[in-house]
């Protein structure tokens, strides 16, 4: 990338030494140079008479040498240069293989809309979380990014929110591919698309189990019926076709997610929704203080992202709220028990971002929760032993042959596999972004903490005897009257 951005450099130089002599100007002086830029960039644009511009013709290069479209091209050449003047620790940890190049490029895109000045904060302490963190997956990596953004730069986050909102759309075009299919496509702020998204999972799951559509299918279904102005999927099970008074089952409601001092809530249907439509659902994790205005913390959509305070603000006051409190959850009463109560779960999923195995991203309140410890073998129903896992993770860990799993004090999940290899699977998680998630550093029957809390114990009685010998002293010393 940095290749593409100096052979750029040489072709912007070689397009003005073209203009400069077409244009009359004989000297090839930095003045001379920056003024034939600025009548280009004026509006006076020479293309038809001198030929591509420097960018076109870097393009042309950089696409032959690496056999890619013009776009990938222009997309190297762009990060190459951003790495060189604006980010250019983040671009070190690329060199060095900390990240990916999707995940560089994925910064280079989220960073668009900041200023010069806050890229350079952002770039040391986004190449510092990098470098002192395990790898992590692209949901994670892209929070982490956002977070950051939307702490030291709320303007760029704002700027972000305002562009998204202007450039969406839907298209329906034919399927290039497979005569009579088409194919839809569209960009949605995350909130939208949540919501189509739950809206099409809920219709979809509202059927009998023996209807003989898959989820796919039901999904499509469902859009079409909604653009038809149904609420609700017909089931074709062979009991509801063959009896028509049969059909139009509802969905149970379903209930929402906001946290605590981190509240989680869902979306609301409007008040003129029809009583048997079902219900969707999506979470959102979001500080009561936020949600109160005492800050403009960003919350987290799940399955989308970080969403500002704002919007966060404006999509729970409809929605139903659930009250995550660490402090009361931490120590449940109830451990014996396998099932987790709704409120533990709650604070499980909040605390994660996505699925807990290393690089998954399937979204944390479609997981499953998992025990590190089997049930069975006496593992607690407690947040220390307690992660979110999807289906299908959640089948290797319990039934693969060779998978081991370890979750620490600190919240850190491990996966050992059956080749011997170690990987940390959450090194960013729903704590790092909501405070208030933040478990004690080490559990309460850790050995180490019992001997430091004896040892406070017995020094604060020492000190309560010394002051009580002390004030008996002065009292016999200082009898009524004083």
Not at 143 to 158: C, E, Q
Request: proline share 7%; aromatic share 4%; with cysteine.
């Amino acid at each position: 990338m940095q290749a593409a951005s100096l052979i750029h450099d040489e072709r912007e130089q070689d397009h003005l030494v073209r203009l400069a002599a077409g244009l009359g100007e004989q000297s090839t002086s930095p003045a001379n140079l920056e003024r034939l830029a600025a009548r280009a960039a004026a509006g006076q644009d020479p293309h038809a008479r001198f030929g591509p511009n420097g960018l076109e013709a870097a393009i042309a290069e950089v696409g032959a040498a690496l056999t890619v479209p013009a776009a990938r091209a222009r997309e190297f050449i762009e990060a190459g240069s951003v790495l060189r003047h604006q980010l250019p620790f983040i671009g070190a940890t690329l060199g060095a293989g900390r990240i990916d190049l999707p995940r560089f490029l994925a910064v280079v895109r989220r960073t668009a809309l900041c200023t010069p000045e806050k890229l350079d904060l952002l770039d040391k302490i986004i190449a510092a979380d990098i470098e002192t963190r395990e790898p992590m997956s692209m949901v994670r990596f892209l929070v982490m990014i956002d977070k950051h953004i939307a702490t030291h730069d709320p303007a760029a986050t704002r700027r972000r929110r305002e562009l998204v909102d202007s450039e969406r759309n839907i298209s329906v075009r034919p399927d290039r591919h497979t005569p009579g299919q088409s194919r839809i496509g569209g960009s949605l702020p995350a909130e939208q698309a949540a919501a189509v998204d739950a809206r099409l999972t809920a219709m979809a799951a509202a059927v009998h189990a023996d209807d003989p559509r898959t989820a796919a299918q039901r999904r499509a279904d469902a859009l079409v019926g909604l653009a038809h102005g149904a609420n609700a999927l017909d089931c074709r099970c062979e009991t509801c076709t063959s009896d028509p008074d049969a059909g139009g089952i509802d969905a149970d409601p379903a209930t929402v997610a906001a946290p605590s001092d981190t509240a989680r809530s869902d979306g609301s249907p409007d008040a003129t929704e029809s009583p048997c439509a079902p219900r969707p659902t999506f979470h959102i994790v979001v500080n009561l203080s936020s949600l109160l205005g005492l800050d403009d913390d960003p919350a987290f959509l799940d399955g989308q992202g970080i969403l500002d305070a704002d919007t966060a603000r404006r999509l729970v006051a409809g929605a139903r709220r659930t009250y995550i409190r660490p402090d009361v959850v931490a120590e449940p009463r109830r451990i014996d028990r396998y099932a987790p109560s709704k409120m533990l779960a709650d604070q499980v999923r909040a605390g994660e971002l996505c699925c807990s195995f290393p690089g998954c991203n399937n979204r944390a309140f479609h997981t499953d929760v998992d025990h590190d410890i089997p049930f069975a073998q006496g593992g607690p129903t407690n947040p220390r032993n307690l992660k979110p896992l999807c289906r299908f993770h959640h089948r290797i860990k319990t039934f693969a042959v060779g998978w081991r799993d370890y979750h620490d004090p600190l919240g850190e999940v491990f996966f050992q596999s059956p080749a011997g290899h170690t990987y940390l699977g959450n090194a960013f998680t729903g704590r790092d972004v909501f405070g208030s998630l933040t478990r004690t550093g080490r559990p309460p029957d850790d050995a180490a903490r019992q001997r430091i809390d004896t040892v406070r114990a017995r020094r604060a009685a020492s000190i309560k005897r010394a002051d009580q010998r002390a004030m008996d002293r002065w009292n016999a010393e200082n009898p009524p009257p004083f």
